[in-house]
């Protein structure tokens, strides 16, 4: 039963550029959410999507948006890059549900993103 | 709005002692989980532990343990026997209610060092 896998694995990008990092949920998870988390610090949620809508979002600018494929997979596009943007990006998977386990969120490797 | 304290950068144990890693946090949600994660070099966030904030006991898994004391806002994570493999950084972090809706708010982290 694979995890959370997230593509690629790290990314070297120029200022201005933009940016898709991808992730597949565990499976049977239909709900993925996007974290930031710069070096020291902790992950900083970005927004999550189920149903392949967006159905939270966190402080972020428009410059960062989302996807959900109709396979549970999302993609996080970020446009504009500024250096600020360097950091692991965190993709988290889970199952919308009632019961014992609700609460249960699995995190995948990360994507570290370095803009220069 | 909610928010996790840990007010420990840095700690360090000895080897097959216990140690405890602090977490305070505050809400206005009357109905809210807590988790604790690990975080090695490699990135992955390990998911630990979880409290509910309505559940009468503290939770434990094998050498984990958290304690929650509701009054106090705090949930201090105890990890018994540690073992060098615990290293890493470890990151308190709370969600709305017992579901996997919603983004988790994380704090800062604390890193542990174990010593042999």
């Known amino acids: 039963d694979a995890g959370v896998t997230q593509s690629p694995t790290h990314l070297i990008k120029t200022r201005g550029q933009q940016v898709t990092l991808r992730c597949s949920p565990k499976?049977?998870?239909?709900?993925v959410s996007w974290y930031q988390q710069a070096l020291g610090q902790g992950p900083q949620f970005i927004f999550q999507?189920?149903?392949?809508?967006?159905?939270q979002r966190g402080n972020f600018p428009d410059r960062f948006s989302g996807h959900q494929f109709p396979n549970y997979s999302s993609e996080l596009n970020v446009n504009a890059l500024w250096l600020g943007d360097s950091a692991l990006y965190l993709c988290?998977?889970?199952?919308?549900?009632?019961?014992?386990?609700?609460?249960?969120?699995?995190f995948g490797p990360g994507t570290r993103l370095t803009v220069t | 709005a909610q928010k996790i304290t840990q007010t420990q950068p840095g700690m360090f144990v000895q080897e097959k002692e216990a140690v405890t890693l602090d977490c305070t946090y505050d809400?206005?949600?009357?109905?809210?989980?807590l988790f604790w994660y690990k975080q090695p070099s490699s990135g992955e966030m390990i998911f630990l532990i979880y409290?509910?904030?309505?559940?009468?006991q503290n939770a434990t898994e094998g050498r984990y343990s958290l304690n929650f004391q509701k009054a106090r806002k705090s949930a201090n994570l105890v990890i018994s026997a540690s073992q060098l493999g615990d290293s890493a950084m470890y990151f308190c972090?709370?969600?709305?209610?017992?579901?996997?809706?919603?983004?988790?708010?994380f704090g800062d982290g604390t890193t542990l060092t174990v010593k042999p």
């Open positions: 809400t206005s949600d009357p109905s809210y989980g």
């Open positions: 499976s049977g998870h239909d709900t």
């Open positions: 972090a709370m969600r709305e209610a017992n579901t996997n809706a919603g983004k988790s708010t």
């Open positions: 988290a998977s889970s199952r919308r549900t009632s019961g014992r386990k609700s609460y249960e969120q699995y």
């Open positions: 409290q509910g904030s309505y559940d009468q």
């Open positions: 999507y189920y149903e392949e809508e967006e159905r």
